[in-house]
Nanobody
Framework: VQLQASGGGLVQAGGSLRLSCAASGRTSTDYPMGWFRQAPGKEREFVAAISFKGRRANYADSMKDRITISRGNARNTVNLQLNSLKAEDTAVYYC???????????????????WGQGTQVTVSS
């Protein structure tokens, strides 16, 4: 499975961005997908995940009031809407997929089997 993320960029504090990720490869539409991020000098952290049918979602407590994860019309895509961005949201955001049963949404990075190349989000204050 290959994951291709897009949508990152430079935005002012308080602004919004929409990240997208497209999965390709065999059975890629059956996997829960999500996002992690890693800021400079910090550990990678969970952001959000969504079940393969899009009916269940899991969010990082620190961000849940400002973000929304969703499946695209093509089930092999996942979107992450980031609102009210802060300088501390500056990070590389990684799209991930979990080769699981479709409804379990891990928050541990080591439970994700596939990773995209990352897309940079920079928030200027």
């Amino acid at each position: 499975v290959q994951l291709q993320a897009s949508g990152g960029g430079l935005v002012q504090a308080g602004g919004s961005l929409r990240l997208s990720c497209a999965a390709s490869g065999r059975t890629s539409t059956d996997y829960p997908m999500g996002w992690f991020r890693q800021a400079p000098g910090k550990e990678r952290e969970f952001v959000a995940a969504i079940s393969f049918k899009g009916r269940r979602a899991n969010y990082a407590d620190s961000m849940k009031d400002r973000i929304t994860i969703s499946r695209g019309n093509a089930r092999n895509t996942v979107n992450l809407q980031l609102n009210s961005l802060k300088a501390e949201d500056t990070a590389v955001y990684y799209c991930v997929a979990h080769r699981g049963n479709g409804v379990y949404l891990p928050t541990n990075q080591y439970e994700y089997d596939y990773w995209g190349q990352g897309t940079q989000v920079t928030v200027s204050s």
